[in-house]
């Protein structure tokens, strides 16, 4: 089935040239880094996470969305979305793919990865989180491929599929709790430092991931004359605009709980986000951006006629998308850094190699999801 991801037309071999000239270029900025040292990032000994976590952080939870689809279609026998399944599996397998790339580009020394896996330590949350999301890559590759199988001898999936099925629902929760672990089991971070965090991250997670699915399922239909069928393009919508409406809920809860306590260590990386912080507004904008575009896109998506109007949907989407990325990314990472041990406020912006370094991982998940898709589209064509 491999063959078939190098079947397409001009244009399809131009994207594919676009995307990995984006990528050699983004490793030619990764080899400067490997020399050089994390001193070309934006980073710093008290903003020692920016970009590339921020990065991590988002696509674990597009990896995680895949279960919004997988519940109802496994469990609930929803059939309208067996046209797509498909690509929501390889689309959590290229997320898991990326986000283990952020990571590795985010270490000085790569190398000291194999630590983790030659000295293991349960207390570590930073073993476990390799552990489940290297486990959640198996299992949807497993499960993509043998879709890919069944639907080309046009046969049912074997059974022990479904068991997998079954391990990869409370496994795709998983991958997302513990990346929120990370951030929550830090005390001395007061932004981070919330039961909530784990509940935030999965809803924005069923924002982000089923916004993605949509905008590739209308893209599809727009460029390769796939339907991926009304139905199930409605109840992606509809997922959207539920979990959104459980994001903006708990960050209104969170809003109250800081404010209304104003409790000192709490209540200021929270001020220095929303209102700025003794003369420092470096996240103001970004924050009301990504509130503004989360209510906004909310009573949009709620209309019943949003995906009949295609570049209103595109533009929606791609806005709401963007607003996720920057809360649980850029403003996740800078406010839970600001203001440092010494009451200090840092400033973080990523330079020109650390965005081309993004740049080109994005570009190669994009590359590796139009192969896997090509291969699937192929299969689906000559049914």
Same mark, same amino acid.
């Given at each position: 089935m491999i063959e078939k991801a190098l079947t397409g037309g001009k244009n399809y071999w131009l994207w594919l040239a676009f995307l990995s000239s984006l990528t050699f270029l983004g490793l030619l900025s990764y080899l400067k880094q490997l020399e050089v040292g994390l001193g070309?990032? @934006?980073?710093?000994?008290?903003?020692?996470?920016?970009l590339y976590i921020a990065?991590?952080?988002?696509?674990?939870?597009?990896?995680? %969305?895949?279960?919004m689809l997988v519940i109802p279609y496994y469990?609930? @026998?929803?059939?309208?979305? %067996?046209?797509?399944m498909i690509f929501a599996e390889f689309l959590a397998v290229v997320s898991v793919f990326v986000a283990l790339l952020f990571v590795l580009v985010d270490l000085g020394r790569p190398d000291r990865l194999f630590n983790v896996i030659l000295f293991p330590s349960p207390k570590s949350l930073l073993f476990w989180d390799m552990l489940v999301l290297t486990g959640y890559l198996i299992l949807n590759l497993i499960l993509g491929w043998k879709a890919c199988e069944a639907e080309k001898r046009e046969i049912e999936q074997p059974y022990?599929?479904?068991?997998?099925?079954?391990? %990869?629902?409370p496994w795709a929760i998983s991958i997302h709790t513990v990346t929120a672990f990370i951030y929550c089991g830090l005390s001395a971070r007061p932004f981070w430092f919330s039961a909530l965090l784990a509940p935030r991250f999965l809803a924005t997670a069923f924002v982000s991931g089923p916004a993605i699915l949509l905008i590739f399922c209308l893209a599809l239909k727009r460029f390769a004359g796939f339907d991926p069928g009304q139905n199930a393009l409605e109840n992606l919508r509809k997922t959207v605009t539920y979990a959104l409406s459980v994001h903006i809920f708990f960050f209104l809860v969170e809003f109250f709980?800081?404010?209304?306590?104003?409790?000192?260590?709490?209540?200021?990386?929270?001020?220095y986000m929303l209102f700025g912080y003794e003369g420092h507004y470096h996240l103001v904008a970004f924050s009301w951006i990504s509130l503004f575009v989360a209510v906004f896109s909310f009573f949009i998506l709620m209309s019943g006629n949003f995906l009949y109007k295609r570049k209103l949907a595109f533009f929606i989407l791609?806005?709401?998308?963007? @607003?996720?990325?920057?809360?649980? @990314?850029?403003?996740?990472?800078?406010a839970g850094f600001n203001p440092t041990p010494e009451?200090?406020?840092?400033?973080?912006?990523?330079?020109?190699p650390e965005?081309?370094?993004?740049?080109?991982?994005?570009?190669?998940?994009?590359?590796?999801l139009s192969l896997l898709t090509n291969i699937a589209l192929q299969i689906k064509k000559s049914i």
């Open positions: 070309i990032t @934006g980073m710093s000994r008290n903003v020692s996470w920016g990065n991590f952080t988002f696509f674990v939870g597009v990896a995680a %969305s895949a279960v469990l609930h @026998g929803k059939n309208e979305y %067996s046209r797509i022990w599929t479904k068991i997998l099925v079954y391990i %990869s629902i709980t800081v404010f209304y306590s104003d409790h000192p260590e709490h209540v200021k990386p929270f001020r791609t806005m709401l998308i963007f @607003g996720i990325w920057l809360d649980k @990314g850029l403003i996740l990472m800078v009451v200090e406020l840092e400033k973080y912006m990523p330079t020109f965005t081309i370094i993004t740049i080109g991982i994005w570009s190669l998940g994009t590359l590796t």
